[in-house]
Every structure is written in C-alpha cells, then in structure tokens.
C-alpha cells in the first residue's frame, strides 16, 4: 500500500511551514542517510510555491546521486510496485477490522462490512465528459470517505480532479461541484448537493465516529478530527485495472477499505495505522484476485495500488510512490 516515509514528511511540512512566511528565506535542506548526505543552498529562496520546493530538492538529489528521491525514500515491501496480490489483500482487510472502529476511545466497534463499488461503464461515460473539459496534466479520480450513522458502514463520494505532477509530486485542487456518489445500481451518478455539503454530512460523521488504533495498543483515539480523508487515483491506473482485467461495461471496480500502518517495530507492532483503500477488479464472479505469479497484464487478477492517501498526505499536495512497508510478520 501507499505509506509515506519519514523524510518527504519533514521535506513537505518544512515547505508548508516556510508558505507561511511572507518574507524570504535562506534554505539549506540535509537529505540522504550518514552515508548519503547533501546540501542543497538556495538562498533568498521564495517560498511562494510549496511544490517547486519539493522538486527542487528531488532534482538535486538525482544529480547528485543518480536517482528519484521517492524511489531512494521507500524499500521493497509486501505490496510490491503498483499492484497487490489476493493474500496481501485479506492481510490489510483484517488489519482494517482490527484498528479502524467506530465508536469513542472506551466504546467501540469494527465498521460493518459493506460493499463500495461502481460500474465501468458509468466511470467511463464521466471520465470521458470530464476529460473532454480539458485537464492538461494528470487526472485522477478522489475517493472521499464519510459515514453512514445508521448502517454503521464507511460510505464514499467520489470527484474528478486535474493534478499537476512532476516526478509523482504536485498540487490539486479538488472542486465543490460536480460530485458524485453511488446510485441503487452501483453506478456514479450525480449527488445533488456539492463537496462543502456533503463534507458537512458525511464527512463530519466519519471526523466524529471513526476511532483508529493508531499504534497497534489497542488504544483508540479519534485521528480524523478536522481533517477530511480521502484517496485519489490516477485514472490511468483505473483505466490499466479494467483493461487488464477485460472487464465488461456491466462489471465493477470495487473501492476495498484496507489498514496500514507507516512502520513496523521489531515487536511487529505497526505506528500510525490509517485506513487506506485499493481498487480491484470485480465481475459477476466475484472480485478477481489471485497469488499467481504469471499474469498478462500488470492488475491482471491483482489489486491497483497507487493512489495518494490523506492523510498522511494532505494540503492540496498529492505523492504517488511505488512502494510501500511489508504486511505484518506472518501474514499472509
């Protein structure tokens, strides 16, 4: 899954930090490990644009060391590259009833299962209309999570969004309208109400009843309060998901609620647990997964995995990595 490491963390909390400021500063940003390390100057820098600091930083970095710092950053795990076979799937299910609850930190329950998913064919009748309007970088598709007081279920709103990345880096802004939610026949279709509204509803709800176990303590607190979560998906990758699969118009992509932590202890302990989600390609058979090592496509039979989280990654900034952390120890 999509984990964050601890170094774009402090790279992107010190540009935001630096936004604030109205005057110019004199940078000077450490980056790599006691073998690796580099300064990269940059006085009376201007930080009027967070993502030209970050890039900043990631180009020098590949001059200086020949690669992308958001490869150097991340280490092979058990959600290997951009898709995600079925035994990973189920581990990150389980983790999810595990840590992510509803309720308050002394009363509290697992989220009762349901199903969140839409049809190819209404995506592709709105992907197709919102790309006619003209996104002239990277469009994704942002999963919103609220909650549903009376079923007890997470219950999701859906946008399109144009993302201006460079190297998998960069700013979005999310609009108000149109939105989308989940009709009677799983398809998309319009909410009658727009994003500041729906967040006011739902989203709100899931701010105040979803409780997480953040460090694998069995201690609950409420981690959302003020913020509201969300996924976004290059709809490439969506398009690669249903291509590989041969999925039919009538067929679905299923949004599946999964857990992660950011690290792991030697105690196998996960910290900073999260609800996440993946995409995964469904037919009237069932969703299709396997562990098969031979596939004809990328996301053939696996899971796509490759959106960027909020949190841990919020403030209008969107980071694709193609890595993650391993499962816990002995699953699957």
């Known amino acids: 899954m999509i984990t964050r490491s601890i170094l774009l963390t402090i790279l992107l909390e010190s540009a935001l930090l630096a936004l604030t400021s109205s005057s110019a500063l004199p940078c000077k940003a450490t980056v790599g490990t006691p073998s690796k390390t580099m300064a990269v100057d940059t006085p009376t820098w201007q930080f009027n644009d967070t993502v030209k600091f970050i890039l900043k930083v990631n180009n020098d970095f590949k001059t200086k060391f020949g690669g992308d ?10 959600f290997p590259d951009s898709f995600v076979p ?20 002394s009363v509290h329950a697992p989220l009762n299962p349901g199903t969140i998913q839409f049809t190819v064919k209404s995506y592709q009748d709105l992907k197709d209309a919102y790309e006619q309007g003209g996104c002239s970088h990277v469009p994704g598709l942002v999963v919103h999570y609220g909650f549903n007081t009376t079923t007890k ?15 998998d880096i960069g700013p979005y802004t999310i609009p108000d309208t149109p939105l989308y939610v989940l009709n009677g026949s799983w398809e998309l279709a319009d909410a009658g109400m727009t994003l500041t509204q729906w967040r006011a509803d739902k989203g709100k709800k899931f ?24 996924a976004i998906y290059k709809l490439g990758r969506i398009d690669a998901l249903i291509a590989d699969n041969k999925l039919k118009d009538t067929d679905w992509v ?25 995409l995964v390609a469904k037919n009237g058979t069932g969703r299709l997964l396997t562990d098969d090592a031979v596939h004809s496509g990328l996301f053939e039979n696996r899971g796509a995995d490759l959106g960027s989280a909020c949190p841990p990654t919020c403030s209008g900034i969107a980071v694709f990595e193609g890595h993650g952390i391993d499962v816990r120890k002995g699953c699957p």
């Not at 279920?153 to 190297?167: I, K, P, R, T």
């Open 69 to 78: 710092l958001n490869s150097y950053l991340t280490s092979p795990r058990g």
């Open 86 to 105: 079925k035994g990973e799937i189920i581990c990150a299910t389980n983790e999810m009833v595990n840590v992510v609850h509803h309720g308050n930190s």
């Open 153 to 167: 279920q997470l219950e999701c709103a859906f946008s399109f969004v144009c993302m201006e990345l460079d190297h």
């Open 207 to 230: 701010q105040d009843n979803v409780v997480v176990d953040q460090y694998d303590n069995d201690k609950f607190h409420y981690i959302y309060k003020g913020i509201f979560s969300h």
């Open 254 to 278: 299923e949004v599946v609620p999964v857990a992660e932590p950011e690290k792991w202890s030697s105690a196998n302990r996960g910290a900073e647990f999260a609800l996440r989600t993946c």
